[in-house]
Nanobody, 115 residues
Framework: QVQLVESGGGLVQAGGSLRLSCVASRMIFRINDMGWYRQAPGKQRELVAA???????NYADSVKGRFTISRDNAKNTVYLQMNSMKPEDTAVYYC?????????WGQGTQVTVSS
């Protein structure tokens, strides 16, 4: 059963922008933090950005000033606006939703930045 559905990935040139979206199923109740992670080939999955239910945000140093995370609690949706993209941003991006009892992960969306 699909719980988180990501969209918005694709191919973009360096310096370009993409916007990722992640919709959480209404079956997931009381979501606390939501976030975006990424995993490049041969590397560990890493946090890109996270946002609490109250709107507090946290970013990886490598994306500060370029990426913006936001969420619409009424729609159970989290967004990641990615600007000034670099080839090193190339990875599979995963959405995560945290509740009191467990974490939920999306299936991932590929983002490729060409130089």
């Amino acid at each position: 059963q699909v719980q988180l559905v990501e969209s918005g990935g694709g191919l973009v040139q360096a310096g370009g922008s993409l916007r990722l979206s992640c919709v959480a199923s209404r079956m997931i109740f009381r979501i606390n933090d939501m976030g975006w992670y990424r995993q490049a080939p041969g590397k560990q999955r890493e946090l890109v950005a996270a946002i609490s239910s109250g709107g507090f945000t946290n970013y990886a140093d490598s994306v500060k000033g370029r990426f913006t995370i936001s969420r619409d609690n009424a729609k159970n949706t989290v967004y990641l606006q990615m600007n000034s993209m670099k080839p090193e941003d190339t990875a599979v991006y995963y959405c995560k939703a945290e509740t009191r009892y467990r974490d939920y992960w999306g299936q991932g969306t590929q983002v490729t930045v060409s130089s």
